[in-house]
């Protein structure tokens, strides 16, 4: 049995290896021989000198050259699920195997106003909205900060992220933050929000997403983060952002070779620093893929899962990618862009799936490409669900019982189990003249519509009064520091 009833797992019969074991044992290989033979630059003391009383031979200042020893070492005691929880403290994230979780991205540096249909740069309101409407949206799992605010300081922007974040849901928070400090600041925000810095460890409401400059290169900053939320036994998405025919091979086998050699060096860190420590490793092409046409970095290229492949090999949490689209607005390419990566991101069993909502390379986010997105999810967890076979659905007897010129649609069986079936939210199912009744009005236009009346009927559970005054003086506190 595959457990499909529980949040999030999809049915193992229907996921599908892009790789197989033999390939993936290759391409693990290939990781610890780049370690070995080619090594990666550390630009942060501290974790230098870890690595180096790990036996870990240093040259060069800051490149360091890891035994296939070390590493296999820090695999062992790596958790195999990690789990984040609800502001509640209920486990509503068990992030392990072939169970699928999925919400927005984070930092767009543009939004479509759903008001006016217009690009534009994006507010705080913003965040304030989007974090409101993916309370509400039933297939959005966890938050991530959507957009990043251009009417505030843009040094300490994430603090505002989080403060909205933090205050109009109950659900786990992906956050990023741009230097050490801000990291610091979320996970202060984020005790106060749940009881205390053991309450925070005991009941992980809040993951850092956290990009080394590529596999080889591990930026003082990202070290930072690893180490302190290690220190902390918090989780990290440890996601080294190499770009394939830029900065890692242009074919999908090297690129995944050398993200996860550094992949393997952020899980290899977080165990000398605090064994155990909980992390969540690359689940998506290796940063984007460089588009040689457009010079482009594509969000949606069909070669990939073979990342989700070799963290399947591994047993570790996976951080992937899927529900966006090249296009510039909400269209037929972002629906289908959208569908066709959730479909295939699900099936490849990536665990965390984010960047639900985003358009143009992500560079632009659009609340109803989100709503778009959740619909598809929504089919998507119908379809990959465990049919039943038993006396009960087989309905042998209901069948021999109205005979050959049987009506079953008023029986006692079929109002039993007809809402059983999955029925659509946004999308018309309608015929046609209904649907005229109703306005004729096009997919964008009825999401639109329903984003206005969520944002203006969803209540999201507020914090207490006094721990919204201290989030809010943390973020002023940054202000002038």
Request: glycine share 6%.
């Amino acid at each position: 049995m595959t457990e499909s009833n529980q949040k999030g797992k999809v049915a193992k019969a229907f996921c599908f290896p892009r790789l197989s074991e033999k390939q993936c044992r290759r391409m693990h290989e290939a990781s610890l021989e780049i370690l070995e033979r080619v090594g990666v630059r550390l630009y942060l003391e501290e974790a230098v000198q870890l690595i180096k009383k790990a036996g870990a031979s240093v040259t060069d200042g800051n490149l360091i050259r890891v035994s296939s020893k070390i590493v296999e070492k820090a695999l062992k005691t790596v958790p195999k699920q990690v789990i984040l929880y609800n502001r509640k403290g209920d486990p509503v994230m068990p992030v392990a195997g072939y169970r699928c979780f999925y919400g927005p991205g984070s930092d767009c540096l543009n939004i479509i106003d759903h008001r006016t249909g217009k690009r534009r740069k994006p507010v705080v309101k913003d965040i304030v909205e989007g974090t409101t409407l993916c309370d509400f949206l039933p297939q959005i799992d966890y938050l991530m900060s959507m957009v990043l605010p251009s009417d505030v300081d843009g040094t300490i922007a994430d603090r505002y992220q989080m403060e909205a974040m933090l205050s109009c849901t109950t659900k786990p928070i992906i956050y990023v933050t741009y230097e050490m400090e801000g990291c610091r600041d979320a996970v202060e925000m984020a005790e106060l929000v749940m009881g205390g810095a053991e309450a925070l460890k005991s009941t992980p409401l809040i993951a850092c997403y956290i990009n080394a400059v590529s596999g080889l290169r591990h930026n003082k900053e990202a070290l930072e983060k690893l180490l302190f939320l290690a220190s902390k036994n918090l989780p990290s998405l440890y996601i080294p952002s190499s770009t394939a025919a830029i900065t890692s091979p242009v074919t999908p086998a090297g690129s995944v070779a050398l993200d996860f050699a550094g992949a393997l060096i952020g899980l290899t860190l977080s165990q000398l620093k605090h064994e155990g420590a909980p992390v969540i490793v690359p689940g998506m092409p290796p940063g984007a893929t460089f588009d040689m046409k457009t010079f482009i970095l594509s969000y949606c290229e069909p070669e990939r899962t073979i990342t989700q492949a070799l963290g399947q090999f591994y047993g570790f949490p996976m951080f992937a990618l899927a529900g966006a689209s090249e296009s510039k607005t909400v269209d037929s390419q972002a629906a289908a862009e959208a569908a066709l990566s959730l479909v295939v991101e699900t099936l490849a069993g990536g665990n965390i799936i984010h960047d639900l909502g985003y358009l143009e390379s992500g560079l632009t986010f659009s609340f109803a490409q989100l709503v778009l997105c959740d619909e598809i999810v929504s089919w998507i967890k119908a379809f990959t669900k465990e049919f039943e076979v038993s006396d009960e659905t087989l309905a042998l007897d209901v069948i021999a019982e109205l005979g050959a010129d049987g009506d079953f649609l008023n029986t006692d069986h079929t109002l039993k189990h007809f809402r059983e079936r999955w029925y659509p939210t946004f999308f018309e199912r309608t015929n046609y003249d209904s649907w005229l009744k109703k306005g004729g009005k096009d997919f964008v236009q009825r999401a639109t519509e329903s984003v206005d009346q969520i944002l203006a009927e969803h209540k999201p559970e507020p914090l207490a009064a006094n721990v919204r005054g201290k989030l809010s003086e943390i973020v002023q506190r940054a202000t002038i520091r």
